[in-house]
């Protein structure tokens, strides 16, 4: 397992310096993901279940591509858009991942509830090792719980420096200029920030300098 001194303020500063050297293509990739969204609703708009239906499973698919597209970010890859688009195939696979997480978190939840903040930190990057490691539903949780093995403050850490920076910039802008910063400035800052704790603790995966 690897580990590193001052692994939050690294992780910090190489999401910020590769978001601001990358913005354009982040701003390019989530407007095209909101742009297909609503394209999507509006054809849709008559029949709320399958517009539900199909933004579990479009949001899903754009969340893996934007997370591939910061792994590749970190191994000093050069992703294009359409990298957005290439992980669909795995939706399934995470969707039944996050549903026994979520189930253990809420059992841990009512458990007097530090079991179910232990297992949201140790379980939490699946999404990264399904992308990543191709892993299977119960693999990619397993992956994540040992790859945060020694590192969950520094997760903890992380977490909580997101959370004060999405909190205060709700508190100190408007509701619609509050909805643009978290889009195209909280949302991809934080798949860096992931992509790049997760590629601190596990081993560098070469398939994801590919393009696709």
């Known amino acids: 397992m690897n580990t590193q001194k001052n692994i939050v303020g690294n992780t910090i500063k190489f999401a910020f310096k590769t978001l601001v050297d990358n ?8 407007g095209m993901t909101i742009f297909i969204i609503i394209f999507v609703g509006f054809l849709l708009l008559r029949s709320m279940f399958l517009y539900g239906l199909l933004m579990v499973l479009l949001g899903s698919g754009f969340y893996l591509g934007l997370d591939k597209i910061a792994l590749m970010l970190c191994d000093g890859g050069k992703p294009l858009e359409k990298v957005l688009f290439s992980c669909f195939n795995l939706v399934p696979r995470a969707l039944m991942a996050f549903v026994l997480f979520f189930v ?6 009512i458990l007097f509830v530090l ?3 232990f297992i949201l930190i140790r379980f939490s990057l699946f999404p990264y090792c399904i992308i990543d490691k191709n892993a299977g539903v119960i693999e990619s949780l397993n992956m994540s719980y040992e790859i945060t093995e020694n590192n969950a403050w520094n997760w ?3 977490c909580v420096l997101l959370s ?14 509050y ?3 978290n889009l195209f400035f909280i949302v991809p800052f934080s798949a860096l920030v992931y992509a790049r704790f997760y590629r601190t603790l596990a081993p560098k995966n070469d398939s994801l300098r590919e393009m696709v």
């Open 164 to 177: 004060l920076i999405s909190g205060i910039s709700k508190l100190l802008l408007s509701s619609f200029i």
């Open 156 to 158: 903890v850490c992380l």
């Open 179 to 181: 909805l643009t910063f």
């Open 104 to 109: 253990m978190v809420s059992i841990g939840m």
């Open 23 to 30: 913005y354009a293509l982040f701003v390019m990739i989530i």
């Open 115 to 117: 079991p179910g903040i």
